[in-house]
């Protein structure tokens, strides 16, 4: 190696081996490709694709390409995505696609290798650090992609890297794509758990051996009268304070027979816990929310799992004056209301805070843990169902009532506990694979990285001291860019002349039958 490059090889710039976003010229009824952002691929072998439109409708306030071309994505985050590909099998051999592109366009040297360089880590890095404009609209300068080095083999040496790289990194892609199948098999495993779980089919057999458990009736009737008793001592601890009587959420008992055990009950909701919602205090208000301390739970903090922490704050003053209050740790909190997946998620709350009205608190502090639990899996695996249940127009909302009137297979308490035990054991078998899936996804990723970094380090393939340096190469693609870019002047400077020639003889046209009328 000489420089930190092997021997043969040289340094350079894209611009010294490929033209940067040429422009083509073409008659406007010719049928081209056109390639919005989204048709291309993000990984090594995929090709890209294309719809069909005529050059006249294209020609124009998009970026030009033809076949052999490497085109790739320069805004954020499709850059850092890796969207690139090199470009082939187009109609008329020719396209146009979103301005978000920069296009190369190989001299002599092979589009593969410019493809797997702008697909480098050394690339993407170097480029993403240097992204100018605002957030969600960073792009990769032109000034870095001219400038950036690009270490430049013998071009037998640069064949014998593309083939070989040809031949591996479609293995990569065929062991991520396998990989990335994964995520959505233990989704559908994590839900066929939790229907079992919630429709008895999980606990068939730990039925049948414990046929002498105490029945979910007997358990509400408890959890009823527990509730009642709070609601007294609740009631004589306002007395003392001066203060008005809480609220009686209990509400007249309405339960029957599961379908799923004779020892099991459909319950609603509201006859296990108090169903209550937050507010907003007045936002024109500033010290409501100046210097606020008190944690204001919103829907967007429900994610179907444990709640740890959240931005939103009141002050004490806002829960002191308005309808906030506080929920103790472990209450569950539906959201009601929420754009994108939001509405309908379940979270358990692990520290004492408050919330807005568009989330429903399930209020019991005096429910047994496994209790609990059940009604928080009940409601993962009800997600769907509960989202098919809001109204509303655009934003479509659950209402307070219909999460009262939810109705719940409540089963025997010992049977909750053996079915969250048994769920807790399969999900930690889940989290366990998808830990294993993480960390091979990282592998995979850096395997890609590793190869290409060898590639363009001249340790992939074996150099050969007869083939002609790099150096030289440069001299005959210099020629021969020189030759490209006066043709591609001359097209223009034709296209140009037709559209003139064309335009004239539509005004002759135009003068002659006006002449021609009386």
Not at 151 to 172: F, G, S, T, Y
Not at 261 to 266: K, L, T, Y
Not at 482 to 496: H, I, N, P, Q, V
Request: positive net charge; hydrophobic residues 35%.
């Amino acid at each position: 190696m000489s420089g930190g490059l092997p021997k043969g090889w040289v340094e350079t710039t894209f611009p010294n081996v490929a033209l940067l976003n040429p422009k083509s010229s073409l008659d406007d009824d010719t049928e081209v490709a056109f390639v919005p952002m989204p048709h291309v691929p993000t990984n090594f072998s995929d090709t890209l694709r294309f719809e069909k439109k005529l050059w006249r409708d294209v020609k124009r306030g998009f970026t030009h390409f033809r076949n052999d071309d490497v085109l790739f994505a320069k805004i954020t985050p499709c850059f850092e995505n890796g969207k690139a590909a090199i470009v082939t099998s187009l109609p008329n051999a020719h396209g146009a696609g979103s301005t978000e592109f920069y296009v190369l366009r190989p001299v002599i040297v092979p589009s593969a290798l410019l493809f797997y360089w702008v697909k480098t880590a050394a690339f993407l890095k170097t480029a993403e650090a240097h992204m100018t404009g605002t957030v969600g609209q960073k792009r990769v300068p032109k000034t870095i992609v001219e400038s950036h080095p690009l270490p430049l083999p013998p071009l037998n040496e640069q064949k014998r890297i593309v083939a070989k790289l040809d031949a591996i990194m479609p293995r990569i892609d065929s062991v991520k794509e396998r990989l990335e199948k994964i995520p959505a098999i233990l989704k559908r495993f994590r839900q066929s758990v939790l229907t079992a779980a919630v429709t008895g089919k999980l606990t068939e057999k730990w039925r049948e051996e414990h046929p002498e458990v105490e029945s979910a009736d007997v358990l509400l009737e408890r959890i009823r009268e527990n509730r009642e008793e709070r609601y007294v001592n609740e009631c004589d601890e306002a007395r003392r304070k001066g203060e008005r009587n809480p609220r009686h959420f209990l509400p007249v008992k309405k339960s029957g027979f599961s379908e799923v055990s004779c020892s099991w009950v459909d319950v609603e909701i509201q006859q296990i816990c108090n169903v209550e919602t937050g507010a907003t205090p007045l936002k024109s208000n500033v010290s409501y929310y100046d210097n606020g301390k008190v944690p204001w739970i919103k829907s967007g903090d429900i994610q179907n799992g444990d709640i740890w922490e959240c931005k939103g704050r009141i002050s004490e003053k806002a829960l002191k004056e308005t309808n906030v209050k506080y929920y103790p740790v472990d209450t569950l909190l539906i959201a009601m209301y929420g754009e994108g997946k939001t509405r309908g998620q379940i979270g358990r709350l692990k520290f004492p805070a408050t919330s807005n009205q568009a989330c429903a608190a399930l209020v019991n502090p005096s429910l047994d843990e496994a209790t609990r639990m059940y009604i928080f899996l009940y409601g993962l695996s009800q997600y769907e169902r509960l989202r098919m249940q809001s109204a509303g127009g655009n934003q479509p909302n659950l209402s307070l009532e219909k999460i009262k009137e939810w109705v719940l297979p409540l089963p025997p308490l010992e049977e909750q506990k053996e079915i969250v035990r048994q769920v807790d054991k399969l999900f930690a078998l889940a989290d366990k694979v998808e830990e294993h899936y993480q960390k091979a996804r990282v592998r995979v990723d850096a395997l890609a990285q590793s190869v290409l970094a060898k590639a363009f380090r001249g340790e992939l393939v074996p150099q050969d001291p007869d083939d002609e340096p790099a150096e030289k190469l440069l001299q005959r693609i210099k020629e021969e860019k020189a030759k490209m870019e006066t043709e591609l002047k001359t097209a223009s400077r034709s296209a140009r002349g037709t559209r003139k020639n064309g335009a004239k003889s539509q005004r002759a046209g135009a003068e002659e039958k006006q002449a021609s009328e009386p």
